[in-house]
């Protein structure tokens, strides 16, 4: 039998409150009951067939009625006259009153007190968030806890757009930052909807540009490097992690940079006239594109001898037309044969490149196709500094 039960009743109110109709009726001032629900009840044959169950489902369904526990759905009866069985009443529809009714059914009279508290404070210091509260009532009632913090950030901003300051300066009465920095993926939802499209960058986006999209302060992004010409050490300092401003304005005679990925190698690049190495960036290499100074250089890119590796070599030459690969062709590949790894299908750059070398394609397409075996790779760290040594002699012989 496929006859409506109570919890199938209660089952489409659920729906309504779970796709959050019930709330947000309430931001619209809409009136959703009294409301009727589907009913699926017996037929005639049923009343022939099986006249006792029947009798049971009809005293089931008015046993979860209103009419025998005080709230709920109400029960539309009909008389209906059959052959055999004679006059009976029978459930012809079911329509739930009132809101309250619905509410108490589902167990949610509280959480709604609770949203109606909080959306009409929200409404009344920020009118600008109806419409958000009509997409998304339950983010509501999620963070019902921290709400009325939430909207003193939010008129914080208001008052005070693009401060200028680190996060942790800000000082909200009654509010911790790190509040914020748990937050910030629904808090600039928000503010996207408070602040005036000036106050907002739009080309700053998700939780690490939530900084830079609101005015904050950002913390510093850092370049390290290493000075490899002693005579051109900063009061004798050759190992350097400063701010990328800081790095933009650096005067001095280099001719030549190098940039590499992994730390050791940075740290044991060998000493050389005029140059310096940069390492520790991985995919930041955006943060080089906008230092003058950087251009004027010869560029050297050392990058691990996987599809990975040649695609941050065509980003970086994005930035830098002009960079060269370095220890990243088929002989130092060739060269150290008892040190290649394994890139597994899942890890390979698949994409296009159109900024390499023709031999650098030959190479790359050479790995995709398991030329040298499968998913064959060399990281750059297994590299011996004996071989980085000549390649290093052969670039000054140039």
Partial sequence: MSWTTPEDLSGQLRKLWDRGDLLAARVRGEMLFPRALRLRRPASRDLTEDFAAVREWVRTLRAGSKQDRGYGYEIRWRRVRHPVQGANELPDAIVVPTEGDALRL??????????????????????????????????????????????????????????????????????????????????????????????????????????????????????????????????????LSVPREEFASLSLPVERVFITENEINGLAFPEQPRALVIFGLGYGLERLAEIPWLHQCRIHYWGDID????????????????????????????????????????????????????????????????????????????????????????????
Avoid: C
């Avoid at 009344?124 to 968030?129: C, F, G």
């Avoid at 390290?224 to 190992?239: E, K, M, N, V």
């Fill in 106 to 239: 589902l167990g949610r009279t509280r959480d709604m007190e609770r949203f109606d508290a909080l959306a009409r404070q929200t409404l009344e210091r920020l009118p600008a968030l109806r419409t958000w509260l009509e997409r998304r009532p339950h983010q509501l009632l999620k963070h019902a806890e921290h709400w009325p913090r939430f909207l003193d950030i939010l008129e914080w901003f208001r008052h005070n757009p693009r401060p200028g300051l680190y996060l942790r300066q800000l000082e909200i009465p009654g509010v911790d930052t790190k509040l914020i920095e748990r937050h910030r993926g629904l808090l600039a939802d928000l503010l996207d909807r408070v602040l005036p499209g000036e106050a907002i960058d739009s080309d700053a986006t998700g939780a690490r540009g939530f900084a830079r999209r609101y005015g904050l302060r950002d913390k510093p992004v850092l370049i390290r490097f290493r000075i490899l010409d002693p005579a051109l050490s900063i009061q004798g300092l050759t190992d």
């Fill in 307 to 398: 599809t990975h590796g040649f695609a941050m070599l065509d980003r970086l030459r994005s930035y830098f037309p002009h960079a060269d690969s370095f220890l990243m062709d088929r002989e130092t590949l060739e060269a150290h044969r008892e040190l290649w790894g394994r890139e597994s299908p899942a890890q390979r750059f698949s994409g296009s490149l159109s900024r390499l070398s023709q031999e650098e394609i030959e190479l790359l397409e050479t790995l995709r196709q398991d030329h040298f075996g499968e998913g064959v790779r060399l990281e750059q760290e297994r590299i011996g500094f004996a071989h980085v040594r000549r390649a290093l002699e052969s670039l000054q012989a140039l």
